[in-house]
């Protein structure tokens, strides 16, 4: 843990500070971050409206079903051109699972995180990156929390093709209780009409003495103008023997 911790205060002391920020975009939606940086003087939040999670598996021969809604938050403030500091807290939830007919209900709140994003100047008009260290900090309830800390440093590389089409890549490696995992998210972005555009990615997780874990997410964004953003998405996971799909709505404000 500290080894992580001393890689990610040289990472960021080594940046340099004449890095300029890309221009500004929401991290929502997608498992991924982009390049942006919230402007200095002003505050992004960025909420789930809520969030959802249906997974069915199989027990003993019986499948369970379970739901679960959290309205996810997080919340950016610019602390210089190229850096920002970000709170997030993933809410509260509610989920229900049923199993052999009977429902069983349960509600409670989620953990909260910690990060700082910096980008970094590449000098380039269409290519831009930025790099964030972030903490999760196991502070939810039982059966909304991750039980311990989780500590990660993250890429993400962002190229703009043309005014239509942009990619991306995002690289996440982290830490919890000793064991490490990464994470791989490359994107897709295309403009659809006026303020409408879309986004699909690949997510690609494999943990320590775990199995390789897919998913596939797609979604819409609608910008009503330079500060709001209203956003829909859907996904599903493609590895294992349950079936998982995600579905999110969302809204982010900058002020």
Do not use: C
């Amino acid at each position: 843990m500290a080894i992580l911790k001393t890689a990610t205060l040289v990472l960021v002391s080594s940046l340099s500070v004449s890095a300029m920020a890309a221009e500004f975009s929401f991290d929502r939606p997608g498992e991924g971050f982009g390049t942006g940086i919230t402007p200095v003087g002003h505050l992004a939040w960025e909420q789930g409206l809520p969030s959802a999670t249906y997974t069915e598996t199989t027990i003993d021969g019986a499948k369970a079903k379970t739901v679960t809604l959290n309205g996810d938050m997080l919340l950016r403030t610019g602390l210089t051109p190229s850096m920002e500091l970000q709170l997030g807290w993933q809410g509260p939830a509610w989920t229900q699972t049923k199993y052999k007919g009977d429902k069983e209900d349960n509600s409670g709140l989620g953990d909260v995180s910690i990060g700082i994003k910096k980008a970094i100047d590449l000098n380039d008009d269409k290519l831009s990156m930025a790099i964030l260290a972030q903490a999760v900090i196991a502070t939810g309830n039982e059966g909304f929390t991750a039980e311990d800390d989780i500590y990660s440093i993250g890429t993400a590389l962002d190229y703009k093709y043309n005014d239509l089409v942009n990619t991306g890549i995002v690289m996440n490696y982290a830490v919890q209780d000793g064991d490490w995992s990464v994470t791989a998210i490359p994107t897709v972005g295309y403009k659809i009409a006026g303020n409408l555009s879309g986004f699909s990615e690949f997510v690609y997780h494999k943990a320590e003495s775990q199995d390789y874990e897919y998913g596939l997410s797609s979604g819409l964004i609608y910008a009503l103008n330079d500060r709001t953003q209203f956003d829909g998405s859907i996904g599903v996971d493609l590895s294992g023997e349950d079936r998982s799909y995600k579905a999110g709505f969302g809204v982010s404000f900058l002020f």
